[in-house]
C-alpha cells in the first residue's frame, strides 16, 4: 500500500489521498481491491516515530489503535482518528465497509466517536458482524473505552487538510459509538445467550463500568445461557477474577447477577468447577489492604446469597481455603454466615481485642 495514502488517512490530509487513489488507478490496479486490503502498517508506524522524534517526543505516539506491527487497513486508519472526509472518499472510492484487518475486525469496530459511526452505518456497514471469535464491533469499541483516552493532541492532524468533515468528528468518545450502536440502531447485545463471547462479558473482562451499565441497562443479562451446555454463565465470576473490579462487581449483584447455579451437584467439586464460582474468588492475590477493605464488602453481599457455604472444592470447604490465605476476616465472615469450622477443619480462637478469629489450620 502507498505509504501517501496511508499518511493522509492517519493525519487527515485529503488532498493526498485524492492524488494518491489517481495514481493508483493510473497504474491499472482494480482500486477498490487495492483500497480494501489490509497491509502490514511498519512503514507508516516508523513515519510517526521519525515526525514524533523532530518535534522532541519520540515516546509520545497517540495510541488508539492496538495492532501496529501487524495488518491495517485504510478505512480502518480513517474512523480510528475521525477523519471522515476521507472516510467518505474511500468509500465513494470502492473501499468495502465491512473490510477487515488483520485482527479481522471491521472499520466499524475502530469508529472514533458516534459521528465517524454514524457515516458507516448510514453507508451500510454490518453493525452485527462477528470475526472468528464471535467478536462484534461493539465488543472490540468496548476494548478500545476500557483503555482511555488517547491524547490524540500528541499527533495532531495536519493543519489545513480538511481530512474530517467537520471538526467535531475528530472528537475522542468511544464510549458515545457504543452508546449509539447500542440505543440507536439496536447492535446485538447477546442479551440472553453466550457461546464464547458477548458484549458484557467484554465489559466484564476490561473493566469498563460505563459499558457494563448501557449493556445492563439494554437489557443484557448477567447470567446468560451457554448455548453450549444449556447452564447458566454467571458474568459475576468473569468480575471476579479481575483484580479492582469491584464497582463492576457491584453492579452485577444489583442487576441480578447470580452466587451459584441454580443446581449444584450432590458431591464435591473439583478445582476446576470450584473455579467457576463466586465463592472462590472473594480475594484477589496480592491485595492490599485498601482493596481488602472492599473485597470484604463484595463478599458479605455475596456470602449472604449462597446456600452453602460448606460445599467441599478441590477438597476442603471455602472457609480452608481462605484461612491458608491468610484471610482470617473471608474465614469469620463464611463462619458468621454458617460455615463449620470443622467441616473446614480449623480451630477458632478469641484474639485479645474479643473478635473471633480462625487461626489456625490442623493437621
Given at each position: 500500500m502507498p505509504l501517501a495514502?496511508?499518511?493522509?488517512?492517519w493525519y487527515g490530509v485529503l488532498e493526498t489521498a485524492k492524488l494518491s487513489l489517481l495514481a493508483l488507478r493510473k497504474t491499472g490496479l482494480i482500486v477498490e481491491e487495492k483500497i480494501s486490503t489490509p497491509f502490514n502498517n511498519k512503514h507508516l508506524y516508523e513515519l510517526r516515530y521519525q515526525s514524533a522524534k523532530r518535534n522532541g517526543r519520540p515516546n509520545e505516539l497517540a495510541h488508539g489503535y492496538v495492532h501496529w506491527g501487524a495488518r491495517s487497513g485504510l478505512l480502518h486508519l480513517a474512523c480510528v482518528r475521525g477523519n471522515t472526509a476521507v472516510a467518505e472518499l474511500l468509500i465513494h472510492e470502492g473501499a468495502l465497509l465491512d473490510t477487515v484487518d488483520g485482527n479481522w475486525t471491521t472499520?466499524?469496530?475502530h469508529a472514533l466517536n458516534e459521528d465517524v459511526a454514524k457515516l458507516l452505518v448510514e453507508k451500510g456497514a454490518d453493525f452485527n458482524v462477528t470475526n472468528y471469535n464471535e467478536v462484534t464491533p461493539l465488543s472490540n469499541l468496548i476494548t478500545l473505552a476500557s483503555m482511555g483516552n488517547q491524547d490524540w493532541a500528541k499527533e495532531p492532524n495536519m493543519l489545513q487538510g480538511e481530512g474530517a468533515l467537520k471538526t467535531?468528528?475528530?472528537?475522542?468518545?468511544?464510549?458515545?459509538?457504543?452508546?449509539?450502536l447500542i440505543n440507536d440502531v439496536n447492535a446485538d447485545i447477546s442479551a440472553q445467550e453466550i457461546k464464547n463471547n458477548s458484549p458484557l462479558l467484554k465489559a466484564v473482562q476490561t473493566r469498563c463500568g460505563e459499558a457494563v451499565k448501557l449493556l445492563l441497562e439494554a437489557g443484557a443479562s448477567p447470567n446468560p445461557t451457554d448455548t453450549k451446555t444449556g447452564q447458566r454463565k454467571l458474568l459475576l465470576v468473569d468480575a471476579m477474577k479481575r483484580s479492582e473490579n469491584h464497582r463492576v462487581?457491584?453492579?452485577?449483584?444489583?442487576a441480578g447477577a447470580e452466587v451459584e447455579p441454580s443446581q449444584m451437584p450432590e458431591r464435591d467439586l473439583t478445582e476446576d468447577e470450584g473455579d467457576e464460582l463466586?465463592?472462590?474468588?472473594?480475594?484477589?492475590?496480592n491485595s492490599n489492604p485498601w482493596h481488602a477493605r472492599y473485597e470484604y464488602d463484595i463478599a458479605q453481599r455475596i456470602c449472604k446469597r449462597i446456600k452453602n457455604v460448606d460445599q467441599v472444592i478441590d477438597g476442603h470447604t471455602a472457609m480452608w481455603h481462605y484461612i491458608r490465605k491468610g484471610r482470617q476476616d473471608i474465614g469469620i465472615l463464611l463462619m458468621q454466615e454458617g460455615a463449620s469450622p470443622k467441616l473446614a477443619n480449623v480451630h477458632v480462637y478469641p484474639d485479645t481485642l474479643g473478635f473471633v478469629a480462625a487461626l489456625e489450620a490442623l493437621n
Open positions: 495514502i496511508q499518511w493522509a488517512c472499520p466499524l469496530a467535531s468528528d475528530t472528537h475522542h468518545d468511544f464510549l458515545g459509538t457504543i452508546r449509539y462487581v457491584k453492579m452485577l449483584l444489583e463466586p465463592i472462590m474468588h472473594l480475594t484477589n492475590p
